[in-house]
């Protein structure tokens, strides 16, 4: 049975075929056959023309065309089932890219400056008051939670001792150090990991995780030292306790004594929040004070300068805090957009509040200065954190101009936690 039927429609689809036949293959095939090829492809056009295309004589051409195009269509036809697979791949692709460029993006959550209205990676500690899950519920926490677990066990009796940078020294890597290592997201994407070396009776241990999330935290919950609870508090503790020493001008810590078979470390790393970013609203209003934003690194010239000049080329999620025109000031962890209180959100009532796991706004920055205020010039926006004291933000290096911003975050939609759904 031939593909094409004789009606019009068909056989304006049988007219574009041969010619697709005969443009991608006539310097391939046989003079003879491409001769007459042209000469069937004319005689089809005219009986169009003529509106013959349910005719004898239409029947007649396409039964001689037909075997031709078979004979000299190569890969182009007659189609099979994966040329049609890749047609219609190329064709999802061609909507997904519109549909990525025009209407929602989505974007992952890196750090926890927005915490905790969004969660970047956060660490889970396991010990013996809290045990390791089992394999299976692994499982559904990586289902679930995009959690990714990390162990290391003693193969001995010994020691555990981490290298650290130099704790007089303010390290903007984090406290231990490590090394940049090439990993895979998704076991396909190209990116960078954070390798730590620990030492364990003398020999080296290697614990390799993302190069988004350091260690520290985890550090300091599964070897807590004197109550210490922030990072100073911390290496104060340790150092007081002897626990830091140097080896031919390497920093370590010791972290512990175990028997063989004991766990060293045990953790899982939660992924961040992922979500749609809406880049169609803002094509017809101004963004609003209290409204997530994502926007681009590279415009922002603040960021640019404390890069050393170059470009940051990445993207950020914040909350708008302000408008061009807008005076802020913060005060006793409430925020104020010209003199009154910010409205627009409820994580600026829940941080001047300092609900839950809200800190609350922290003068620092712009704003550090007794009665410090800042007037945001027109066309910018002033991005804060939800996680104040733990946010690089434009108190520290100024405005987002308008040309930056890409859309307002809309909806959560991995992974499956009480904060999936439209954000706040």
Same mark, same amino acid.
């Given at each position: %049975?031939?593909?094409?039927?004789?009606?019009?429609?068909?056989?304006?689809?049988?007219?574009?075929?041969?010619?697709?036949?005969?443009?991608?293959?006539?310097?391939?095939?046989?003079? *003879?056959? /491409?001769?007459?090829?042209?000469?069937?492809?004319?005689?089809?056009?005219?009986?169009?023309?003529?509106?013959?295309?349910? &005719?004898?004589?239409?029947?007649?051409?396409?039964?001689?065309?037909?075997?031709?195009?078979?004979?000299?269509?190569?890969? +182009?036809?007659?189609?099979?089932?994966?040329?049609?697979?890749?047609?219609?791949?190329? $064709?999802?692709?061609?909507?997904?890219?519109?549909?990525?460029?025009?209407?929602?993006?989505?974007?992952?959550?890196?750090? @926890?400056? %927005?915490?905790?209205?969004?969660?970047?990676?956060?660490?889970?500690?396991?010990?013996?008051?809290? #045990?390791?899950?089992?394999?299976?519920?692994?499982?559904?926490?990586?289902?679930?939670?995009?959690? *990714?677990?990390?162990?290391?066990?003693?193969? *001995?009796?010994?020691?555990?001792?981490?290298? %650290?940078?130099?704790?007089?020294?303010?390290?903007? @890597?984090?406290?231990?150090?490590?090394?940049?290592?090439?990993?895979?997201?998704?076991?396909?994407?190209?990116?960078?990991?954070?390798?730590?070396?620990?030492?364990?009776?003398?020999?080296?241990?290697?614990?390799?995780?993302?190069?988004?999330?350091? +260690?520290?935290?985890?550090?300091?919950?599964?070897?807590? *030292?004197?109550?210490?609870?922030?990072?100073?508090?911390? +290496?104060?503790?340790?150092?007081?306790?002897?626990?830091?020493?140097?080896?031919?001008?390497?920093?370590?810590?010791?972290?512990?004594?175990?028997?063989?078979?004991?766990?060293?470390?045990?953790?899982?790393?939660?992924?961040?929040?992922?979500?749609? $970013?809406?880049?169609?609203?803002?094509?017809?209003?101004? #963004?609003?004070?209290?409204?997530?934003?994502?926007? %681009?690194?590279?415009?922002?010239?603040?960021?640019?300068?404390?890069?050393?000049?170059? #470009?940051?080329?990445?993207?950020?999620?914040?909350?708008? /805090?302000?408008?061009?025109?807008?005076?802020?000031?913060?005060?006793? &962890?409430?925020?104020?957009? @010209?003199?009154?209180?910010?409205?627009?959100?409820?994580?600026?009532?829940?941080?001047?509040?300092?609900?839950?796991?809200?800190?609350?706004?922290?003068?620092?920055?712009?704003?550090?200065?007794? @009665?410090?205020?800042?007037?945001?010039?027109?066309?910018?926006?002033?991005?804060?954190?939800?996680?104040?004291?733990?946010?690089?933000?434009?108190?520290?290096?100024?405005?987002? #101009?308008?040309?930056?911003?890409?859309?307002?975050?809309?909806?959560?939609?991995?992974?499956?936690?009480?904060?999936?759904?439209?954000?706040?």
């Amino acid at each position: %049975m031939l593909f094409f039927k004789s009606s019009k429609k068909k056989a304006k689809e049988l007219l574009s075929t041969a010619y697709k036949v005969y443009n991608y293959r006539c310097d391939v095939i046989a003079k *003879s056959d /491409a001769k007459q090829l042209w000469e069937y492809i004319e005689q089809l056009e005219n009986l169009i023309d003529e509106g013959k295309a349910e &005719s004898p004589e239409f029947d007649k051409l396409e039964k001689q065309l037909e075997p031709l195009m078979r004979k000299t269509g190569g890969k +182009i036809y007659p189609l099979t089932c994966w040329a049609d697979y890749v047609d219609m791949i190329v $064709v999802a692709g061609i909507v997904a890219l519109g549909v990525r460029s025009f209407f929602l993006q989505p974007f992952k959550i890196p750090t @926890n400056s %927005m915490y905790p209205s969004f969660y970047g990676m956060t660490a889970e500690v396991y010990n013996e008051a809290k #045990p390791s899950p089992s394999f299976a519920e692994r499982i559904a926490r990586r289902i679930f939670k995009a959690a *990714s677990h990390y162990s290391l066990t003693a193969d *001995s009796d010994g020691e555990l001792v981490i290298e %650290m940078n130099n704790p007089n020294r303010s390290a903007g @890597n984090g406290l231990f150090a490590f090394n940049w290592v090439g990993a895979r997201d998704m076991f396909v994407i190209p990116t960078k990991a954070r390798e730590y070396t620990f030492l364990f009776d003398g020999k080296e241990k290697k614990l390799t995780i993302p190069g988004e999330f350091p +260690i520290d935290e985890v550090i300091v919950e599964a070897f807590p *030292s004197q109550n210490a609870k922030t990072i100073q508090e911390y +290496i104060i503790a340790k150092q007081q306790s002897g626990d830091i020493f140097e080896q031919n001008g390497r920093y370590f810590m010791k972290l512990g004594k175990f028997k063989k078979g004991q766990p060293l470390l045990n953790f899982d790393i939660l992924g961040g929040d992922m979500l749609f $970013v809406d880049r169609f609203t803002y094509n017809f209003r101004k #963004p609003k004070v209290g409204e997530p934003f994502v926007f %681009m690194t590279k415009y922002c010239d603040g960021l640019t300068r404390i890069n050393g000049g170059v #470009p940051d080329d990445r993207y950020y999620i914040k909350r708008i /805090a302000g408008k061009g025109g807008d005076t802020l000031k913060i005060e006793n &962890s409430t925020l104020l957009v @010209n003199g009154e209180k910010a409205k627009g959100s409820v994580a600026f009532d829940a941080n001047a509040k300092q609900l839950g796991k809200y800190c609350g706004y922290v003068k620092d920055g712009a704003l550090a200065p007794p @009665n410090a205020e800042v007037k945001i010039p027109e066309k910018c926006y002033w991005a804060l954190g939800d996680n104040s004291a733990n946010s690089l933000d434009s108190r520290y290096w100024g405005e987002v #101009p308008e040309k930056a911003v890409v859309g307002k975050a809309l909806i959560i939609f991995y992974p499956f936690t009480d904060r999936w759904g439209a954000t706040k």
